[in-house]
């Protein structure tokens, strides 16, 4: 990179030892992508292909899921947005420019993936919770992601065009106010940053004063409730004796324990606690598997194997749930010259574990068998519903959103803040609102494309090309032995599946 602003050359070898360097390093990086430049979006329309992106990135899911896959994205632009990574990607990846600051990304970051959980010492923190696509990359592209969700939320919500401006406005402002405060603190103090429920009422009360905090608590109040022993209420029942999941296909599909599957899913479970630290290893040893379910989760993982695991200690009620889910090749990973993990599992947990400031303490990650094409699929291990809760999109007036969006903006920047150089992110911000501007006026754009291409991908149901299903019209597939063959798109109008 030429450094056209008269500052002394950065010495990449005391990049990260130097205040000085670290802060030319990311201005610098301004003659790459200016920050005016990340406003711009243009089409490359000859090698677009986002439904062919979409389809091929599924040619290995569960086929009997897919149509329910494209049942959930079909709802809205922003849920055909969620299930789509893989085109926002190959956007990104394309012809644009991308600057040298490096950040461990979420990869996925909308705004349905930042959310309230239990932290460790049991507490309510906020944070990112979604690391499916988690990959080294330019600390931008999460931003542009971030800032388009909210953008196409404001949209589905009917907001004014002032009020969306000023929501997707804030999503850039509070990250980079963040990053700069970041920037100021000691290396250590910034893993110490936690947005716990004592640092979420002291931001919400400056920002909405009183009656926000009182919405807030209410929020926690919820999280709290939603610990495991809700979702054992709600997903397993008590059969002669003995808990276990309750079978309601195709949502949540009892394994048959007399099959390849749950053979193969025990095996698992002794080999993930090989991955964990010794302290949790002990508190597992005194649980025991004593039933496996298939779970259909989110909307762009429909069609992963997901599974959940009922554990039960020394009485009926000491019970925990834990959930095994199929982590694949990030969507980030062709565009981007980075050797991480070559256990995808692993590269999930590894990412989880940089950007989160408090993290699940049993988090690990497996091998599955081979199928019978020889394919081992590859898994993460975390606790399944420990008080995570975030609030119904629907349910949402313009203050609410635009809490979230300062929030999460700043959630955003902490993650990064943890990989990355948090002082040459800042210097390449600057002080200004050039940065958040330009992301605004992205944001707009790109959900004009998201927009187009959720238009095309209803027009290829309506004429047959794709099939979309809800979970009533879809076949449940044997889960004794997986067979792991590829779907088939069939005939499905639009008209009489929604």
């Known amino acids: 990179m030429n ?4 500052e002394t050359p950065v010495n990449q070898d005391t990049l990260f030892l130097d205040q000085e360097a670290c802060a030319a390093f990311g201005r610098a990086n301004r003659d790459t992508l200016s920050r005016k430049d990340l406003s711009v979006w243009k089409t490359h329309k000859l090698t677009r292909d986002p439904i062919g992106w979409l389809l091929a990135q599924e040619r290995y899911r569960i086929g009997e899921f897919v149509p329910l896959r494209h049942h959930r994205m079909a709802q ?8 789509s990574a893989i085109i926002m990607a190959n956007d990104l990846a394309g012809e644009r420019p991308r600057t040298d600051l490096i950040v461990q990304l979420c990869g996925d970051a909308h705004l349905a993936n930042f959310g309230l959980f239990a932290a460790p010492n049991r507490s309510v923190v906020f944070d990112i919770n979604d690391f499916d696509e988690t990959y080294k990359g330019p600390f931008e592209w999460d931003v542009y992601r971030l800032v388009t969700s909210f953008e196409l939320a404001c949209r589905e919500l009917e907001f004014s065009t002032s009020i969306t401006s000023k929501i997707t406005l804030r999503v850039g402002q509070s990250y980079r106010e963040k990053m700069h405060q970041l920037s100021q603190l000691n290396e250590i103090d910034i ?10 009422e002291t931001e919400v009360n400056a920002l909405r004063g009183q009656k926000g905090v ?3 608590k209410g929020h926690l109040e919820k999280a709290h409730s939603r610990e495991h022993r809700s979702a ?3 997903l397993t029942e008590v059969v002669d004796g003995q808990r276990q999941f309750v079978h309601n296909p195709p949502l949540l599909i009892r ?7 749950y053979d193969s899913t025990h095996r698992q479970y002794e080999e993930y606690q090989e991955t964990l630290a010794g302290s949790s290893r002990e508190v597992l040893q005194r649980y025991r598997v004593v039933d496996v379910a298939h779970k259909i989760v989110g909307v762009g993982s429909v069609g992963m194997a997901a599974y959940v695991y009922l554990l039960q200690g020394r009485h009926i009620d000491d019970v925990l749930l834990f959930q095994t889910k199929e982590a694949t090749e990030s969507v980030l990973a062709p565009f981007v010259p980075y050797e991480g993990p070559a256990h995808q599992g692993q590269r999930v947990i590894v990412g989880q574990r940089l950007i989160q400031a408090a993290s699940d303490l049993f988090l690990g ?7 019978s094409k020889g394919v081992s699929r590859h898994f993460y291990v975390r606790q399944l519903r420990d008080m995570k809760w975030a609030p119904d999109l629907a349910t949402l007036d313009a203050k609410a959103l635009f809490t979230i969006a300062h929030l999460e903006g700043q959630a955003l920047a902490r993650a990064h803040a943890r990989s990355g150089n948090s002082i040459a992110i800042s210097g390449y911000l600057g002080k200004s609102t050039r940065f958040e501007r330009s992301m605004q006026a992205f944001g707009n754009l790109y959900a004009g494309q998201v927009e187009g291409d959720y238009e095309a991908f209803m027009n290829k149901i309506d004429e047959g090309e794709i099939e979309a299903l809800d979970e009533n019209g879809i076949d449940t597939p044997d889960l004794t032995l997986r067979k792991g063959k590829k779907h088939k798109l069939k005939l499905r109008a639009r008209g009489k599946t929604f």
């Open 3 to 6: 450094d056209t602003t008269g």
């Open 76 to 83: 809205s632009p922003l849920s055909f947005y969620r299930g």
């Open 365 to 371: 990650w497996v091998t599955g068998v081979p199928d």
């Open 232 to 234: 054992i209420e709600k």
């Open 255 to 261: 394994v048959s324990s007399d099959g390849h599957i």
């Open 191 to 200: 893993w110490y940053e936690c947005a716990d429920e004592r640092a979420l």
């Open 214 to 216: 009182q919405r807030l």
